[in-house]
């Protein structure tokens, strides 16, 4: 009587698997047929590309120097590591990251003009990395889990630091984890499960 029952438990799990009736978070770039989801080639920006962003950090820090900002915390510790998250977990980090980053930088050109020219191709950039981003990124359910952990911590900690933090901190936080982010976290997402 078991040998009977084997293919059909076989065939159930299949028909769960195949009608994505069994939850399974992923990425979509990692999916070999994941149509729209592009971030892989992000593993490395252009020399060019790079070099706009070396320029507005330069004139966000001078203009860091002239504010004379003494900030308490560091938003963005050296702790801070995607890879220390779960691989499902690294682009949502990421995405709150970049949002923010926007966010800040957007507020910064705003107020300064003359920063509005350096700030206007890094910030282009952004955008479409954020835009390839959440074109990877499957949308969680809303009645699911909620995050826990060290994702959540990060995530809760982004939200609120626009409420907790000066705009000169802010400005200080974005701008020194400018190239880390460039860099280290949106490589790790591009890179998938090679990220280690």
């Given at each position: 009587?078991t040998?009977?029952?084997t293919?059909?438990?076989?065939?159930?799990?299949?028909?769960?698997?195949?009608?994505?009736?069994?939850?399974?978070?992923?990425l979509?770039?990692?999916?070999?047929?994941?149509r729209?989801?592009?971030?892989?080639?992000?593993?490395?920006?252009?020399?060019?590309?790079?070099?706009?962003f070396k320029r507005?950090?330069?004139a966000?820090?001078e203009?860091?120097?002239?504010?004379?900002?003494?900030?308490?915390?560091?938003?963005?510790?050296?702790?801070?590591?995607?890879?220390?998250?779960?691989?499902?977990?690294?682009?949502?980090?990421?995405?709150?990251?970049?949002?923010l980053?926007?966010?800040?930088?957007?507020?910064?050109?705003d107020?300064?003009?003359?920063?509005g020219?350096?700030?206007?191709?890094?910030?282009?950039?952004?955008?479409?990395?954020?835009?390839?981003?959440?074109?990877?990124?499957?949308?969680?359910?809303?009645?699911?889990p909620?995050?826990?952990?060290?994702?959540?911590?990060w995530l809760?900690?982004?939200?609120?630091?626009?409420?907790?933090?000066?705009?000169?901190?802010?400005?200080?936080?974005?701008?020194?984890?400018?190239?880390?982010?460039?860099?280290?976290?949106?490589?790790?997402?591009?890179?998938?499960?090679?990220?280690?």
């Open positions: 009587m040998g009977g029952c293919p059909v438990l076989v065939l159930m799990a299949t028909v769960l698997t195949v009608t994505a009736a069994v939850p399974v978070t992923r979509r770039g990692a999916l070999p047929d994941a729209g989801c592009h971030i892989a080639q992000f593993k490395s920006l252009s020399p060019q590309e790079l070099q706009a507005a950090k330069d966000l820090e203009l860091l120097l002239l504010k004379d900002c003494r900030c308490r915390s560091r938003l963005f510790p050296r702790t801070w590591d995607l890879r220390q998250l779960q691989v499902r977990e690294r682009p949502v980090a990421l995405e709150a990251e970049l949002a980053t926007l966010k800040v930088l957007e507020a910064t050109a107020t300064d003009p003359a920063l020219d350096v700030l206007d191709q890094p910030l282009h950039t952004l955008h479409h990395i954020l835009s390839q981003l959440r074109a990877c990124i499957q949308p969680q359910p809303t009645a699911g909620r995050t826990q952990g060290r994702l959540h911590h809760h900690r982004l939200q609120e630091a626009p409420k907790k933090e000066s705009p000169g901190c802010l400005e200080a936080s974005v701008t020194f984890n400018l190239f880390r982010l460039l860099t280290r976290d949106l490589n790790c997402v591009a890179s998938g499960d090679l990220c280690v």
